[in-house]
Nanobody
Framework: QLQLVESGGGLVQPGGSLRLSCVAP????????LGWYRQALGKQREIVAV???????NYPDSVKGRFTISRDDAENTVYLHLNSLKPDDTAVYYC???????????????WGQGTQVTVTS
């Protein structure tokens, strides 16, 4: 089954850090650009990072310089390092296929359950 599994979320204070993990099926990991998305309560899902199979990355301005996406080819895992977290970063974070230009794709694999990140003092 083509399912991506996210983990690593939690409760953190403003200014804190977290590392999220996404394990993907091998054929997805090897052949697709992967990205991290987030959806805050009452808002639309938005992309926050993308990484290509060759390692190139891109981020929207809202997280640039604070979030870093990386991949571990041996573990079929994509990571999202979140630093300098703000309350506005509170959301459920998901991973799925993505495009370098950060635009919506015509289709996605089934969305996983995501992992909750809550930033509060």
């Amino acid at each position: 089954q083509l399912q991506l599994v996210e983990s690593g979320g939690g409760l953190v204070q403003p200014g804190g850090s977290l590392r999220l993990s996404c394990v993907a099926p091998e054929n997805v990991f090897r052949n697709y650009a992967l990205g991290w998305y987030r959806q805050a309560l009452g808002k639309q899902r938005e992309i926050v990072a993308v990484i290509l199979t060759d390692g190139r990355t891109n981020y929207p301005d809202s997280v640039k310089g604070r979030f870093t996406i990386s991949r571990d080819d041996a573990e079929n895992t994509v990571y999202l390092h979140l630093n300098s977290l703000k309350p506005d970063d509170t959301a459920v974070y998901y991973c799925n296929v993505a495009q370098l230009d950060l635009r919506p794709r015509p289709s996605y694999f089934p969305w996983g359950q995501g992992t909750q990140v809550t930033v509060t003092s």
